[in-house]
Structure formats: structure tokens, C-alpha cells
């Protein structure tokens, strides 16, 4: 009985002193920081590209009032119908055109101490327009004007495809960060040892929408809408971390 109580209790020592090792065996990686040791810059960036656009966005738009709200939907329909018309003429692709904004409203007669006076109904509806030739945007916006387009709100320029600019100015912006970490690395007496991580934000947007101004009447005809397109300014943000060695 004793020789099996001291085998039972070896047992249990044994396996005692085997969980610690176990339990080391399986303990997690130690965290990237604490096996990181080094002196290192965490810099930011950036880098411009200037490109000519090659299509634009613009609001287009009809309003119609009525004594009622069935007539002003009515005469809206007509004259959007018309506009839609003067838009596919000009050569703008059905999938280039999408309703943006669409409404019906009552109006009212406000006189002192009466109540409000019901006069009619307006209706609105607008579209955004794309416009992939430039060539053509003067021409369609004048199309859509001549055949009923009450609304012309704003216009903004854009790229087809933006690889090409954003890459550009991707160089850019690393050009720019590794000046950076050598000069800092001059400054402090160091040199750059190897570039750890690099990481992007920000990118390409179209221009925010600007006013459009229609040119003027001429003996009764209205003058070709000229339209200025400019430059647009396509920037990458970047940040990169960077060890340092003497």
C-alpha cells in the first residue's frame, strides 16, 4: 500500500512539473513593439499632380407652376421631356443622365391677419448631367436651355480615369517623404536603415460644383455658353515609418 501511494505521488509530481513547461510552450508571441527596438521616424507626405480634365458634371433642371398640382406635374413632365430630348440630341448617352432632385410644392398668398391663401402648385425636377466630350458641354447645356431648362445650378470637372494622375503623384509623395527622413536623419546623426511601413490616404475627388454664368442675349439668340475647364489638382497623402542607424 505505501509502494502505491509514493508511485501515485511521483506521478503527481511529475506531472506538476511538466504544466509550467507546457504553458510556456504555448504562451503567445511577444508583441511586434516589445521585439521592436530602435530609433525611427514616423513622417507624413504628400504629392500633387496637375491635370487637364476630360469630363464634367452639371445640374440641369425644370420648374413649372400650375393651379393645381396635377396640371404642374403635367407641364413639368412636357418640359423635361423636351430638355431629355435636347440632351440625347446633343449626344449625351442615356446612362450619363440621372434624376437628382424631384419635387412638388404648394403655394401660398400671405396677407396681414388673414390666413394663408392656396394660389397653385409648383413642380421641379432636376437631373445631373455627364458630360464626357468637353467639346460638346457649351453646346448641350445651350440645347437644354432653348428647350426648357429653367435651372442651370452648377458644374464640376472631373477625370474619365484618374491612374494616371494619382500614380504620378504617388512618385511624387515618396520623393517627398524619403527627402524628408534623410534630411531628418542628417539633422539628428543618423542615417536611414530601411523603410519599415508606408501607408496611403486621401486620393483623387472631383472639383466641388461652381456657378455657371450663360452668356448673354444677343438680338434675341443666345450667344454659345462658353465654358472654361482649367487645371485639376489630384493629390496622394502618405505616411511611412522609418528605422534609424548610426
Known amino acids: 500500500m505505501k509502494t502505491f501511494l509514493c508511485a501515485s505521488a511521483l506521478g ?3 506531472t506538476a512539473a511538466a504544466a509550467p513547461s507546457g504553458r510556456a510552450q504555448t504562451a503567445p508571441p511577444a508583441s511586434a ?19 487637364q480634365p ?11 407652376q400650375a393651379k393645381t398640382a396635377a396640371e404642374a406635374m403635367s407641364a413639368n413632365a412636357r ?9 440625347k440630341a446633343a449626344g449625351i448617352a442615356a446612362r450619363d443622365i440621372q434624376t437628382s ?7 401660398y398668398a400671405y396677407e396681414q391677419n388673414q ?33 426648357g431648362a429653367t435651372q442651370v445650378n452648377g458644374i464640376s470637372f472631373g477625370l474619365n480615369d484618374s ?6 503623384a504617388r512618385e511624387q509623395a515618396v520623393r517627398a517623404l524619403t527627402a524628408k527622413a534623410d534630411l531628418y536623419a542628417r539633422a539628428t546623426g543618423y542615417r536611414v536603415g530601411r523603410l519599415v511601413s508606408l501607408s496611403e490616404g486621401g486620393g483623387y475627388a472631383p472639383s466641388a460644383p461652381m456657378p455657371l454664368v450663360m452668356s448673354a442675349m444677343k438680338r434675341g439668340a443666345m450667344a454659345e455658353t462658353s465654358v ?14 522609418y528605422e534609424l542607424a548610426r
Not at 513593439?33 to 500633387?48: C, I, K, P, Q, V
Not at 432632385?101 to 403655394?107: F, I, K, R
Open 115 to 147: 390666413p394663408p391663401r392656396l394660389t397653385g402648385y409648383q413642380a421641379s425636377n432636376q437631373v445631373t448631367v455627364v458630360v464626357r466630350d468637353l467639346a460638346r458641354l457649351g453646346a448641350a447645356v445651350d440645347a437644354t436651355v432653348n428647350a
Open 54 to 64: 476630360d469630363m464634367a458634371s452639371i445640374n440641369l433642371g425644370v420648374t413649372s
Open 12 to 14: 503527481l509530481l511529475m
Open 163 to 168: 491612374t494616371a494622375a494619382e500614380n504620378a
Open 33 to 51: 513593439d516589445a521585439l521592436f527596438h530602435a530609433t525611427t521616424l514616423n513622417l507624413a507626405a504628400f504629392g500633387e499632380a496637375m491635370v
Open 101 to 107: 432632385n424631384l419635387n412638388l410644392n404648394a403655394e
Open 79 to 87: 418640359q423635361m421631356g423636351q430638355m431629355m430630348a435636347a440632351l
Open 228 to 241: 472654361s475647364a482649367g487645371e485639376l489638382k489630384v493629390r496622394i497623402d502618405i505616411a511611412g515609418l
